[in-house]
């Protein structure tokens, strides 16, 4: 009998976690074939989350569950999740069902029957969500395929479902600064895709602020492409190259028509300019360096603070 683990990273998920359970049942029992796994991580919810999650442990041993010692993002509650599935496939998917865990079914007949190591889902459309943030993600897409070479997929959700050896590579990507959009299209891998229209939240609020999303497509952009640090080159030698004609054309000028003080202003503008483009480029270069540092020290992704396993090891000990 195969064994799905279906990955779930929860922060401060209490409203719509029971909503997802009584879905996941739903869609669990449809799949009698197969056996589950459901594993919550809990990425330091400060709410009820871990105690709503040790309940579920309680009544059904299909719940496992990770809690972290603090909030580590989503991305690390991705990768601890993987670490810990026990299943010969293995699904990442939301608590908030915009990810349908409907079509679960479907994505395992594609994996069984079809050639592919992973079918990926992506949303056709983004109703629902605010006009500013439509544009900045799509920019942001446009931007990242037009500089990397690993192709990220506009609206890609992180909700897919893949085999075991698809798994292990993606685990072999330790790094520290995760953007797993990136990571499973840089394992290779056949993927087939899916499209689904795009559904609310069944409860609760998005995580997401425009900064926290800003900092996690800076992310994507240094993880994928080094792009930017070429830059300060690029713009350095047209710079010169103007500088040169200009500094020919004041020659010329003086030569012809002597030279008169006068002109300040715009050299002040020039000034501002270019130190402005320094700054920038410098800019450019610390966030590389910053993440190379923050990679060099080796810091654990994630620290765990509770879960199913121990409880379950403690709980074994006192009854022997
Ligand atoms: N999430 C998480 N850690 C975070 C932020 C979010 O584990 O720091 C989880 C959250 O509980 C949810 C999923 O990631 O299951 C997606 O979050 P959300 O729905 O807030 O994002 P959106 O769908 O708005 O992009
Ligand atoms: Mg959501």
Redesign the pocket.
């Known amino acids: 009998m195969n064994k799905i683990s279906v990955i779930?990273?929860?922060?401060?998920?209490e409203e719509?976690l029971p909503v997802y359970y009584r879905e996941m049942i739903r869609v669990m029992r449809k799949m009698p074939e197969v056996e589950f796994e459901l594993l919550f991580?809990?990425?330091?919810?400060t709410d009820r989350t871990l105690e709503i999650l040790r309940n579920l442990h309680e009544t059904d041993a299909r719940c496992r569950y990770l809690s972290f010692s603090r909030?580590?993002?989503?991305e690390?509650?991705?990768y601890a999740g993987l670490q810990n599935a026990q299943g010969d496939y293995v699904a990442t998917?939301?608590?908030?069902l915009?990810d349908p865990p409907g079509l679960l079914p479907e994505m395992y007949r594609i994996l069984k029957e079809e050639p592919y190591d992973s079918v990926a889902t992506r949303r056709s459309t983004r109703t629902g969500e605010p006009k500013v943030r439509s544009f900045l993600s799509e920019s942001f897409y446009k931007l990242i395929n037009c500089i990397s070479k690993t192709e990220i997929v506009s609206g890609a959700?992180?909700y897919r479902l893949m085999k075991r050896k698809m798994v292990d590579a993606v685990l072999g990507m330790s790094e520290y600064n995760r953007f797993s959009k990136g990571i499973f299209e840089w394992v290779g891998f056949r993927t087939k895709w899916l499209e689904f229209q795009n559904v609310g939240?069944c409860a609760?609020?998005?995580?997401?602020s425009v900064k926290?999303?800003f900092f996690y497509s800076l992310e994507g952009i240094t993880g994928f492409s080094v792009a930017p640090l070429s830059l300060a080159s690029v713009i350095g030698i047209i710079f010169c190259v103007l500088a040169f004609l200009m500094v020919m054309a004041i020659i010329v000028r003086t030569l012809i028509w002597g030279d008169p003080v006068s002109g300040w202003p715009s050299l002040a503008c020039i000034i501002f300019f270019v130190s402005g483009i320094q700054l920038f480029c410098t800019g450019i270069v610390g966030q590389y360096l910053s993440k190379t540092y923050l990679e060099t020290k080796h810091r654990p992704i994630f620290i765990l603070k509770d879960s199913s396993e121990e409880k379950r090891e403690t709980h074994e000990k006192v009854s022997v």
């Not at 779930?8 to 998920?13: G, K």
């Not at 998917?93 to 908030?96: E, I």
């Not at 609760?204 to 997401?208: F, H, L, Q, R, Y």
């Open positions: 779930v990273p929860c922060f401060n998920e719509a991580v809990d990425d330091g919810s909030n580590f993002g989503k690390a509650a991705l998917m939301d608590v908030d915009q959700r992180d939240r609760g609020e998005t995580k997401w926290k999303l």
